[in-house]
């Protein structure tokens, strides 16, 4: 499994383009912005997207998906719950046919790897992370030392607490590639994650 991060948008929204290298099929988790760089990469290394997956519907990890999804013509995946036709108000990412929902313990197979599905909410209500192997694509639900706002439409701390508890509850570690800022390790969120400790001891 290869992992590029790429940072787009003005609100430096992570995005990942994780490979599967012995198929060279690929995933594009949270097209934030910037397609045309995505895209790039994508036929640089002539890499093989099949799906695009969103952690949570707001717009600085979605604004890209409609250029890649027509160019590639792929499934975008996304939690109901963050979908404007089906979720809160405030969302603005819109149903359209190339959505499919995903849910809690849903697998999403990209050649060779598999997604596993959570529903993390808090963030927003249809935030999930996404585990693969050794890594855990955490969206705005865990940073390194820190966790996503909880203070839009649809957040909500006491509930964010809850996911951040479950997630910390998988076994061993993980490398884990956030929705904004640097990546880290679960141990190291365990240890030092102010909000990961709160969950842990509530
Ligand atoms: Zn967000």
């Known amino acids: 499994m290869l992992v590029k991060a790429m940072e787009v948008g003005q609100l430096s929204t992570n995005c990942y383009v994780v490979t599967d290298e012995s198929t060279l099929e690929c ?19 002539k890499l093989k997207p099949v799906c695009i997956m969103l952690t949570h519907g707001h717009f600085d990890h979605t604004t890209g998906v409609d ?13 109901k719950k963050d979908v404007l ?5 405030s969302l603005k ?4 046919p190339f959505v499919r929902y995903y849910g809690e313990g849903d697998e999403i197979k990209v050649g060779s790897l598999v997604f596993r599905v959570m529903e993390t909410p808090g963030h927003s209500e249809g935030s999930v992370t996404l585990i693969c192997e050794d890594a855990i ?3 705005d639900t865990l940073f390194r030392s820190s966790v996503g706002r909880t203070d839009f439409a649809g957040g909500d701390p006491d509930v964010l607490l809850d996911s ?32 990961v400790r709160v969950a842990l001891e509530g």
């Open 67 to 79: 250029v890649i999804q027509s160019e590639k013509d792929i499934p975008v995946y996304i939690n």
């Open 93 to 96: 990412f819109s149903f359209r």
């Open 27 to 45: 995933a594009v988790i949270d097209p934030g912005a910037e397609s045309g760089r995505i895209l790039n990469y994508i036929e640089e290394n």
């Open 164 to 195: 951040l508890r479950r997630i910390a509850a998988l076994e061993g570690s993980y490398d884990v590639f956030p929705g904004h800022a640097d990546a880290t390790t679960l141990d190291r969120e365990r240890r030092f994650n102010p909000y």
């Open 85 to 89: 036709e089906t979720g809160h108000a």
């Open 137 to 139: 694509f955490s969206g």
